[in-house]
Every structure is written in structure tokens, then in C-alpha cells.
């Protein structure tokens, strides 16, 4: 992880890691922070930096609520008790009850090997951010795009030819390395990749994690085609019905995916249960029960 914001344009900066975070300058000595990393450790590499800046946070925007967008809330929270803490609806609640992330991917109270700092972040004290639109947060003029699916709402930031798409597109190195990409929804996630094309103007991306590029219709092909190509994997997998766990396990291993921990089976098992959903009302698929197990299977 880098120790210095990096300029992408006059007044926007962001420092490059696990997840890249954003400081928007407000022109007065003070940034916006767009998403804050993983962890405290992360948060404090954004103090330092920001310092070495000379900038005071004046505002946290969390694009949503997983954990690594919004880990480094609480040390700059515990730094800047008056700092205000934005997320979109939904999302925010996560952010001041991170039990329910671990929660509903595990469906019950969860073991305590999910209750990690992946899957949940420290407490954060969030209000609900501004509708999509034009806004201005902490002092910054920016644009908040909707672009729900990746999570159940998420807001990617404009301002002027620059844009931050969080999660809504990621770096083709990231589609390399997980080509199951997380999702709540995917039809939305297409659906919100899609969209951004319609956006003019746009001269700098940066997703969530990956690379800055200049080429936005270059990225959105490549998510969508990635996305397109877990939604066939999964109908594929659904030949012969079976469970949603069974599905999973052979979707992973016509991806040669091996998943390691209890954590990355319920995320991709998540992402599979997904893109049945998109499958279900397209009506390619069929849900049924059949010997106590809940089963899916093309029509
Ligand atoms: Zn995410």
C-alpha cells in the first residue's frame, strides 16, 4: 500500500491498495475521503498522508458497506469526532451494525471465523448520503451515481471528468484473479456497468480496485463480459438440478476456482445464489424442493 495520495486531477487525489480511497480537495484546506480501506491500519495511512498534504478530513463518504470500503472509518472517526460519515441507504446501517454483513451471508448468527475484519469493519457512526444527483458533501461539489447490484445499493462519485465507480466496474486484473465478481443483484450490476456508458466526458476512472484508466468503454465491456460469463457458468451448472452449495461447487471448478475459507465459500455462494435469481425470472431456471433440499435446474 502507498503512503502518498497519488493526483489524478487538480484537487483529486487517491491513495492506491487493497481498495483505492479517494480525497476530493474542497479548496479550503479540507478533502472529502471516498471510501477508507480495510482496516485501521489503512485509516491511519490516510491521516498520514492527507497530513502530509497539509488537509483535514471534513467528510467520509463510503460508497457501501463492505467491510474493506469502509474499515478505515474508526481511527479517523476517534481522530475527527465532528467528521460525518455518509453511505447510501442500506448500506449505512451496516456501517453502524456490521453483525449483519457476516449475518446474512451466513443467514443465522455467524461463527465467530466469519466475524473477521474481511467481513465486517469496527462500528461506524453513518447517516444516509444524499440522493444520486448533484450534491455538495463536506464543501465538494460531486455527482452521485446509483450503481446498485455489486452491493444492495452503492453510489459511484463524478466530478467533472473524473470518476470513482467503487465497485460497479473493477480493474481487468481483478476480473483475472476473481472472476466470480461479488454481487447482491446481477442483473442491477449489469445493469449499473451498462449504464455508465451513457456518461459523457469522461476523461479518468477508477474503480474500487484496480488501475486508473483513461478508457471507460474498454472497462465496462470487460465487466460485463466477465459478469455475463459467471451468469452462464451458473445455468450451465444447473443442467442437472441441484442445490444452490452444489451449484457453487461446480461453477468453481469449471472456473478451477479453489476456495479456501468458510468466509470465500459463503461470498461466492452468495454471487452464485445471485445470478440464479437473474436466472429464475428470466425463466431459464426453475427453483424447486425435492427431498428436504432446495434445488435449482434449467427449464
Ligand atoms: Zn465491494
Known amino acids: 500500500m502507498a503512503n502518498e495520495f497519488i493526483a489524478l486531477e487538480s484537487g ?3 491513495l492506491p491498495g487493497g481498495v483505492n480511497c479517494l480525497a476530493l480537495e474542497d479548496g479550503n ?3 472529502v475521503l471516498v471510501d477508507t480501506g480495510l482496516d485501521s491500519d489503512h485509516g491511519k495511512k ?51 451494525y456490521p453483525i449483519l454483513e ?3 451471508l451466513y443467514g443465522a448468527r455467524p461463527p465467530q471465523e466469519l466475524q473477521n475484519k474481511f467481513l465486517m469493519g469496527r462500528a461506524s457512526n453513518a447517516r444516509i448520503a444524499p440522493e444520486p444527483g448533484l450534491c455538495k458533501l463536506g464543501g ?55 449504464g455508465l456508458l451513457e456518461l459523457e466526458g469522461i476523461n479518468t476512472v477508477l474503480c474500487g480496485h484496480g488501475e486508473p484508466s483513461s478508457d471507460l468503454q474498454t472497462l465496462v465491456a470487460q465487466n460485463l463480459e466477465s459478469f455475463e460469463h459467471t451468469t452462464r457458468a451458473v445455468k450451465a451448472a444447473c443442467q442437472e438440478s441441484a442445490s444452490v452449495d452444489l451449484i457453487l461447487k461446480r461453477v ?8 479456501k475459507n468458510a ?7 452468495s454471487v452464485v445464489s445471485a445470478h440464479l435469481v437473474e436466472l429464475l425470472e428470466r425463466e431459464e431456471v426453475s427453483m424447486r424442493v425435492r427431498d428436504n433440499l432446495l434445488e435449482f435446474g434449467v427449464v
Request: proline share 5%; net charge neutral.
Open 252 to 259: 468453481c471448478d469449471s472456473f478451477q476456482l479453489e476456495l
Open 140 to 194: 465538494v461539489t460531486m455527482e452521485l451515481l446509483e450503481v446498485a447490484g455489486h452491493a444492495s445499493l452503492m453510489y459511484a462519485v463524478r466530478v467533472g471528468g473524473f470518476l470513482y465507480a467503487a465497485d460497479a466496474l473493477f480493474g481487468p486484473e481483478t476480473l483475472k484473479r476473481h472472476p466470480l465478481s461479488f454481487c447482491m443483484d446481477s442483473r442491477l450490476q449489469k445493469e449499473s456497468a451498462a
Open 29 to 31: 484546506g479540507g478533502a
Open 46 to 96: 490516510l491521516l498520514k498522508a492527507l497530513e502530509k498534504k497539509g488537509l483535514t478530513p471534513r467528510a467520509i463518504l463510503n460508497t457501501h458497506s463492505h467491510a474493506d470500503h469502509y474499515g478505515g472509518n474508526a481511527v479517523i472517526e476517534a481522530k475527527y469526532p465532528e467528521i460525518k460519515v455518509f453511505a447510501p441507504p442500506l448500506e449505512e446501517a451496516v456501517l453502524r
Open 12 to 14: 483529486i487525489h487517491y
Open 263 to 269: 468466509g470465500s465459500v459463503l461470498l461466492n455462494r
Open 102 to 104: 457476516p449475518m446474512y
